[in-house]
């Protein structure tokens, strides 16, 4: 699959019919095509660096460098299917992928650090990656100040991005269901 397949791919996704409250959802989802492109250039980069890392057989990989391979491409496609995952606008699942992205991104910058360390010859491949994972938290921080506002509070059953003040609310408007603890 080529760039221009991939794009259409996502165009195909962000065209979705605005009757209703889908219109509530355009900031969101132009938000998110900078944030897929730059995912993409991510996961180009990622790939030519894991290219140029010894084998995992190779015999002279004294200091465990192949290794970063499987991290590194695990974590560069992570931020492109979760980025996929939270097209849907629902706040929780929105919530809860962009917390996956950052810690992908960030693992990502370890590892630069982590090959760094170990000697890696083409640091300028590493300097590109980290330039790249910075364009993409300046789009990820607009991408996050674009999810739609939660009127209702919904726990996610796992008391994460609520307060005990939240819960309480949402216990006493909700006596039927269970309590969060």
């Known amino acids: 699959m080529t760039i221009d397949d991939d794009d259409r791919e996502y165009d195909d996704l962000?065209?979705?019919?605005?009757e209703g409250e889908e219109w509530k959802l355009r900031p969101l989802r132009e938000a998110a095509t900078a944030l897929k492109k730059r995912s993409r250039q991510i996961l180009q980069t990622v790939t030519a660096i894991v290219e140029t890392l010894p084998k995992e057989d190779d015999q002279d990989d004294q200091n465990h460098t192949s290794y970063h391979r499987g991290w590194m491409m695990e974590n560069a496609m992570m931020i492109g299917a979760k980025l996929a995952g939270a097209g849907s606008g629902d706040y929780m699942i929105l919530r809860e992928n962009a917390v996956q992205i950052k810690l992908a991104a960030r693992?990502?910058?370890?590892q630069t650090s982590g090959l760094e360390m170990f000697d890696y010859p083409h640091t300028e491949y590493l300097h590109t990656l980290r330039s790249e994972i910075e364009e993409f938290r300046r789009d990820f921080v607009k991408w996050v100040r674009a999810f739609p506002a939660e009127d209702d509070i919904y726990p996610d059953g796992w008391a994460l991005f609520y307060t005990e003040k939240d819960l309480a609310k949402w216990n006493s408007m909700n006596p039927d269901e269970p309590k969060e603890e």
């Open 14 to 18: 962000d065209r979705e019919d605005e």
């Open 107 to 110: 693992d990502l910058l370890i």
